[in-house]
């Protein structure tokens, strides 16, 4: 779970109704269903329009990817290449072979098989980078649905308050309908400037962030894995290899 991300939306909410009730005001006055429907509904119509159905989807799925907090084990990951670069120089790179078993990532194990089959290194490096630009593209697209819905939100709640608006024009000779209209009025649009500002484009921004760690630690497996192909020493690959981890993380030797 990324606790940054949850402290984040409920310090925000927080805040907020926090101000409403300091200011005297009612919970209840902020909650209006068709302000709502209006906003929600408007964002991920014109959203819809904007991308392609296969986007929208794989955006809706990576929603997760800014509430939780995937791992990337970068210091395993260098701990296996190292083992594999141990075994290939004592019993020849097909001795690799017996090890896919124990790589459980897809991308990692592909890497493998590719320098086991005998591949060149460099055609290995072009056939993984080449994955990892594409992956890294699929979602940042996906991202990109969630920032187009935080630039249409407070135009769609723009467009709610003209409606409550209207309705209370039409109203005008019956009091008792005033006060609703106007209600819906203000609240969409602080229903889609709070969407957007408080949720889709912090959400939009979070995921990008991951997909790039992701690809960072995807880097990694490529160049750990060309060395292996290219028969460097373990200990210079070692060397190598922990450029990409934080200063904290690497070992005496390679802090030197």
């Keep these: ?26 919970v209840g006055s902020i909650m209006q269903l068709t302000a709502f429907i209006i906003v929600m509904g408007g964002t991920i119509g014109a959203v819809c329009v904007q991308n392609p159905l296969s986007v929208v989807l794989k955006g809706m799925s990576m929603v997760s990817l800014g509430i939780l907090n995937p791992k990337h084990d970068n210091k395993g990951a260098i701990k296996t290449i190292l083992d594999l670069a141990n075994v290939s120089r004592k019993q020849g790179l097909l001795a690799l072979e017996g090890k ?13 098989q590719l320098i086991v089959d005998g591949t060149d290194p460099k055609v290995v490096h072009e056939i993984l980078e080449i994955d990892v630009e594409h992956h890294e593209e699929e979602g ?23 409606l409550g608006l209207i309705h209370v024009m039409e109203n005008l000779a019956d009091p008792s309908k005033l006060g609703g209209g106007i ?20 959400l939009a921004s979070k995921m990008k962030f991951k997909i790039k760690e992701e690809a960072g630690s995807r880097m990694l497996i490529i160049m750990g894995l060309v060395g292996l192909a290219q028969g460097e020493n373990p200990r210079l690959l070692q060397e190598k290899l922990e450029g990409y981890l934080p200063e904290s993380e690497r070992t005496k030797e390679a802090k030197k």
């Design 183 to 202: 209600a819906v009025a203000f609240v969409a649009t602080v229903y889609g400037v709070a969407a957007a500002n408080l949720f889709f484009l912090p």
């Design 100 to 112: 896919l078993k124990d790589i459980h990532d897809p991308f990692f194990r592909k890497g493998v």
């Design 1 to 26: 779970m990324d606790i940054a991300t949850i402290v984040g939306i409920a310090l925000a909410l927080g805040a907020i109704v926090g101000g409403q009730i300091l200011e005297g005001g009612h």
């Design 140 to 162: 940042i697209n996906a991202a990109k649905v969630w920032e187009a819905a935080g630039g249409y939100s407070p135009t769609i709640g723009i467009i709610g308050a003209v």
